[in-house]
Structures are given as C-alpha cells and as structure tokens.
C-alpha cells in the first residue's frame, strides 16, 4: 500500500477568512468504546467547521464527550475505538489516515496543548532539548537551527529571561510558565490548527487571563486557528468567536459566543449560564438538578430530559434535530422546533 505524500497547508494572505474554506470540516463523528456496560459513545454524531483564524470553544460539563472529541481529531484514540465520521484538514480525512500520514499531519498542521503542562513536559530534559526533538522530529532542520527556534518561541510566548529558561527543567518553573512552554512546544512547526484541552484548569485567575489573551494575540497574528476546550463559561466568552456547547456526546447548540450567550435557546445552555458566578453577584447560584447520564447506557430521548425543568412527553421518545434559530445558531430541543414551527 502506498502512503500518500502530504503537502504542507499554506495561508493565502489575500483570501479573508469569511471567504477561504474552513480549516476543519467534522461531519458527523461518532466515537464508541467497548466496555463491559456495553457500548460507550464518547461522541455522537457531531458536526462543525472551525473558520480560518478563528477560535471554537466546546463548553460542557465533565463526561460530555469535549476531550474524547479532539483526541478523536488527533488521532490519539486507542485501537479499540470504533470511530466513523470525516474530519475534513485541507481535502483529506483525518479519521480515515494510517499512522504515517498522521505523524506529517501532526506539528505542522494540527497540535495540542493538553490539560495538564507537568505530565506533557519530561522531567529529565530541559526546556531547549524538548523543543529542539519536537523540531528534528517533525522538520528536517539541523540542531543549531531548532536551537534558533526555540529561542524564537520562548520569546513568542513572552517569557521572560528566554535564554535562561531553555536550560532549565520543568519542575524548576512555575505553573502558568510551564503551561507557557507547552504552547510554545505545540506552536513549534507553525500548525494551522491548535488544539487546547482545558489549558487553563490547573492555574490561578491572574495566570489564566494571561494564558487566554496570549491564545488569543497568537490566533491573531498568526492567522491560527483554535478549538479550545473548556468546562468554563468565562473562559469561553473571554477568547472565542463561535462556542458548541456539548451534552452527552452530542453537540446541544452551536454558534456565535456573543449571540449564544445573549440568547440561548437550548435548556442546558441556559443552565450553564445560571450556574456562572457574575460579579458583584450575591444571590445563589441556580445548579443544574441531577447529573450527567452514563454514556453507556444512554436514554432513549434526549439525554438532558431528566435534568430539564421545561421537558415535555415528547422528549423522552425521541432526539430532536437542530434547528436553526438565527443566523448560524442552531440548537436541539423540541421546544425550539415548536415555537419555529409555530412562527411560521
């Protein structure tokens, strides 16, 4: 069998991005593990596009599919996952590729920023030697020049004292410096999409704001793109311009943060809105009753119908479709269908 050759994505600095092509084009990827319950579907029938240069945060709340999803992406899935669906990156399908066209993908076309910094750096070398192998391994450079680099990055992610910092070790730096290093290390081979998996969780206030805004001037001025994972709703209205928020492997509503937020039309979105704390705010917080289902033995109707405060008999019988509810936003909820259905 014959491994195709795949060529390194280019930016077209004259097209914009209302007018390219989206970088990533999910159509309907499901993910079903084995276990001894019975089939887990860890993603279920999800479908987006993330734009050129702009950044698509996935909201929901632990167990929700949003980190089996991008690893699905990744190609980081175990061998016994069953997964379907296309993952569309520059005409090719990411699902359907063999391991060695992956690794071509991997640093130079897609990256990832894991959850924890500390377990994705290497504790026995230093700064300068994981970047300079990330470099060796994915472009054909010689070391001085990947030594070059790494300066560049550190420097990029505005660390400061760059040239001292290479020659340390992990453990001998902070939390949100680390985390600093891992962005650098993932921005390496200049991906035209990163991949962020809850990178803020593990740090303070001040540092998380840090770490976002420093996201958010690299998608800018690098012309990246960004899916960015998050239980957070702060965190997504702070750095993204389109927000999925996901319920149960399944994407609930979808659309522009700004417009989703003002509006939300599905009952879990809402939830997650009265479940935010907003300054200088002293009434209680408004949880959402119950937990998240067990995906391996999920209910016949929609997911979140056991938990919804406004479910009517039709939603335990069967799962609504999304509907389009204004330009670009879309949401899955009988409720939404009706009062569209009714407005017409």
């Known amino acids: 069998m014959t491994t195709a050759v795949l060529e390194r994505p280019t930016r077209d600095s004259a097209a914009t991005a209302d007018a390219a092509p989206p970088v990533l084009d999910v159509r309907n990827v499901r993910t079903e ?50 997964i379907t669906g296309q993952a569309l990156m520059n005409g090719v399908d990411l699902i359907t590729m063999n391991e060695r066209e992956r690794e071509q993908t991997r640093g130079s076309w897609l990256s990832m920023i894991f959850q924890d910094p500390m377990t994705a750096l290497d504790p026995l070398f230093t700064v300068e030697q994981q970047i300079v192998e990330t470099l060796r391994r994915h472009t054909d450079v010689s070391p001085a020049t990947a030594a070059a680099r790494a300066l560049e990055l550190l420097q990029l992610v505005q660390i400061p004292s760059p040239e001292r910092r290479l020659k340390a070790y992990p453990f001998e730096l902070s939390g949100g410096m680390r985390q600093r290093i891992v962005i650098a290390m ?62 149960a492997g399944r994407i609930v509503e979808q659309g522009p943060i700004r417009e989703v937020i003002r509006d939300p039309q599905h009952p879990y979105t809402r939830g997650l809105l009265g479940a935010n704390v907003r300054p200088g705010q002293r009434e209680r917080l408004a949880a959402i009753p119950g937990s998240p289902p067990n995906l391996a033995r999920l209910p016949a109707g929609c997911a979140f119908a056991p ?38």
Not at 316 to 333: D, I, Y
């Open 186 to 247: 993932a921005l390496a081979c200049s991906p035209s999409l990163l991949l962020a998996d809850e990178p803020t969780t593990a740090l303070d206030v001040t540092v998380q704001a840090r770490v976002l805004d420093l996201l958010k001037e690299l998608s800018r001025t690098l012309g990246m793109s960004i899916i960015i994972v998050t239980h957070d709703l702060s965190v997504a209205a702070a750095i993204a311009d389109d927000v999925a928020v996901m319920y």
């Open 33 to 82: 593990f084995k276990t001894h319950g019975g089939p887990l579907i860890a993603v279920n029938d999800v479908s987006f596009t993330v734009g050129r240069g702009r950044v698509l945060a996935i909201l929901g709340e632990s167990g929700s599919g949003k980190s089996a999803l991008l690893r699905t992406i990744l190609g980081i899935q175990p061998r016994s996952a069953t």
């Open 307 to 344: 938990r919804c405060d406004v479910a009517i008999e039709r939603c335990a019988g069967g799962m609504p479709e999304l509907q389009l509810t204004a330009p670009g936003h879309l949401a899955r909820c009988f409720l939404v269908q009706e009062v569209g259905a009714m407005s017409k």
